[in-house]
């Protein structure tokens, strides 16, 4: 297979999970008719509630393993293709309830990548196992140096960046 193929699998899983939004919001919306008419509507709400599971938890980590598998045979460094990684304490990760950052799982992300390239097998490892060591020592130093910043807000609404007349 081709970088190509890896390609277009991404469109694909873009894809589904855009198809998996449509039907969210249709058993949504039908769920909500069903109890405005004082009809039973538990059965739509569990339905939505199983394709919300679905695409959060089943698709969203095999996208970001293709994601970055693409990016790695592209040549791109890690940092590029993830580079809005929080502090550590402050944010919690989405889907999880837990709070930090978490790192992608390089052996799948390997595994994806040596499906789609080729490249001879141990030239593509000591390429992928410097790409690693790259992005971990990026990720290090992020987490752990960068320094909270609090930006006074003037209460308008906007953008939330906005800093006040006072402040500056």
Same mark, same amino acid.
């Given at each position: 297979m081709s970088i *190509?193929?890896?390609? +277009? !699998?991404?469109?694909?899983?873009?894809?589904?999970?855009?198809?998996?939004? %449509?039907?969210?919001?249709?058993?949504?919306?039908?769920? $909500?008719?069903?109890?405005? %008419?004082?009809?039973?509507?538990? *059965?739509? @709400?569990?339905?939505?509630?199983?394709?919300?599971?679905? #695409?959060? !938890?089943?698709? #969203?980590? +095999?996208?970001?393993?293709?994601?970055?598998?693409?990016? =790695?045979? $592209?040549?791109?460094? @890690?940092?590029?293709?993830?580079? %809005?990684?929080?502090?550590? &304490?402050? *944010? @919690?990760? $989405?889907g999880t309830g837990?709070?930090?950052?978490?790192?992608?799982?390089?052996?799948? *992300? =390997?595994?994806?990548?040596?499906?789609?390239?080729?490249?001879? +097998? $141990?030239?593509?490892?000591? #390429? =992928?196992?410097?790409?690693?060591?790259?992005?971990?020592? &990026?990720? &290090? =130093?992020?987490?752990?140096?960068?320094? #909270?910043? !609090?930006?006074?807000?003037?209460?308008?609404?906007?953008?939330?960046a906005r800093r006040? !007349?006072?402040?500056?």
């Open positions: *190509v193929h890896l390609k +277009i !699998k991404i469109k694909s899983l873009a894809a589904e999970a855009q198809f998996i939004r %449509h039907e969210e919001q249709k058993r949504i919306g039908s769920g $909500r008719w069903l109890r405005a %008419h004082n009809q039973a509507s538990g *059965v739509e @709400y569990s339905l939505y509630n199983s394709l919300i599971d679905h #695409r959060r !938890k089943d698709l #969203r980590p +095999i996208q970001r393993i293709a994601q970055l598998a693409y990016g =790695f045979l $592209r040549n791109v460094p @890690y940092r590029k293709i993830e580079n %809005h990684v929080p502090m550590a &304490d402050s *944010v @919690y990760l $989405r837990e709070k930090g950052f978490k790192y992608p799982d390089f052996e799948a *992300v =390997f595994k994806e990548a040596a499906k789609f390239s080729g490249t001879e +097998i $141990r030239i593509l490892q000591q #390429r =992928f196992a410097q790409w690693k060591d790259e992005a971990k020592l &990026d990720q &290090d =130093f992020t987490v752990a140096k960068t320094p #909270r910043v !609090k930006v006074p807000w003037d209460g308008k609404p906007g953008k939330s006040s !007349k006072t402040a500056a």
